[in-house]
């Protein structure tokens, strides 16, 4: 089972500094259809206006993964951990009991993200925050980028039963990805138009997936793809 959910059904706001997408209900939006996909609480599309960003604020308990599309994100945290994480590049954060962050798009233009929150195996751990480049020229196929299953050693590491992966396609060209039985995935193609499975999402629409084993990604433009799999 695919569903098609187009970009232009999106819940969200526009704030002057951040035009935020969700896929999901989060904020002020809200759709009792759209609470979650497995585990999967939260996807935001943000495009964060040059100079400016989310002050500094709490989580605890929710594995929050940042994919940066375009442009660069500047994290600060009370941990004491610093970092640029640029286009390409993820980084996570595990809130645990409890961390307060601040992310900031200090670049001379706009930067764009995917924000994606996931509900953790398990609560009350301390909290960490990490980061690693993941260069999109060097991607063949869909590369795991964050992961909480066994034998994803290279990636980044959540404390979920999820990972992340993304692929990089040239018009034309297609990748497989294999999901276990009972798995969900949610994808979203960052930029250019795919077919998954035969049905056509455009830039930025998501696409939820159940009850299907292999999914079949052809790029129709050169296409920047981004997967969930899922408990």
């Given at each position: 089972m695919l569903?098609?959910?187009?970009?232009?059904?999106l819940?969200g706001?526009?704030?002057?500094?951040?035009?935020?997408?969700h896929?999901?209900?989060f904020?002020e939006?809200?759709?009792?259809?759209r609470?979650?996909w497995g585990?999967?609480?939260v996807?935001?599309?943000d495009?964060?206006?040059s100079?400016?960003?989310?002050?500094?604020?709490?989580?605890?308990d929710?594995?929050?993964?940042?994919?940066?599309?375009?442009?660069?994100?500047?994290?600060e945290?009370?941990?004491?951990?610093?970092?640029?994480?640029e286009?390409?590049?993820?980084?996570v954060?595990s809130?645990?009991?409890?961390?307060?962050?601040?992310?900031?798009?200090?670049?001379?233009?706009?930067?764009?993200?995917?924000?994606?929150?996931?509900?953790?195996?398990?609560?009350?751990?301390a909290?960490?925050?990490?980061?690693?480049?993941?260069?999109?020229?060097?991607?063949?196929?869909?590369v795991t980028?964050?992961s909480?299953?066994?034998g994803?050693?290279?990636?980044?590491r959540?404390r979920a039963?999820?990972?992340?992966?993304?692929?990089n396609?040239?018009?034309?060209e297609s990748?497989?990805?294999?999901?276990?039985?009972?798995r969900r995935a949610?994808?979203?193609p960052?930029?250019?138009?795919?077919?998954v499975?035969?049905?056509?999402?455009q830039?930025?629409?998501?696409?939820?997936?159940?009850?299907?084993?292999?999914?079949?990604?052809?790029?129709?433009?050169?296409?920047?793809?981004?997967?969930?799999d899922l408990?």
């Open positions: 569903e098609l959910r187009p970009f232009s059904s819940g706001a526009h704030h002057g500094w951040l035009d935020a997408h896929h999901f209900s904020a939006y809200h759709d009792p259809k609470m979650n585990n999967l609480r996807w935001n599309d495009v964060i206006a100079g400016t960003g989310f002050p500094k604020h709490p989580h605890r929710m594995e929050i993964i940042t994919y940066v599309r375009e442009g660069a994100i500047t994290h945290d009370n941990l004491g951990n610093k970092g640029r994480t286009a390409g590049d993820v980084q954060m809130a645990g009991t409890g961390i307060a962050h601040s992310e900031y798009n200090l670049e001379a233009n706009e930067t764009r993200i995917f924000q994606i929150w996931i509900i953790p195996n398990e609560s009350g751990l909290p960490s925050w990490g980061a690693k480049p993941f260069p999109k020229g060097q991607r063949e196929g869909f980028l964050a909480g299953k066994a994803d050693d290279q990636s980044l959540i039963d999820a990972r992340l992966v993304a692929a396609l040239k018009a034309g990748a497989e990805y294999r999901l276990d039985s009972g949610y994808l979203v960052a930029t250019g138009v795919i077919e499975n035969g049905l056509r999402a830039a930025r629409d998501g696409v939820a997936v159940a009850d299907e084993q292999v999914l079949r990604v052809t790029a129709i433009e050169d296409s920047e793809i981004v997967l969930v408990a």
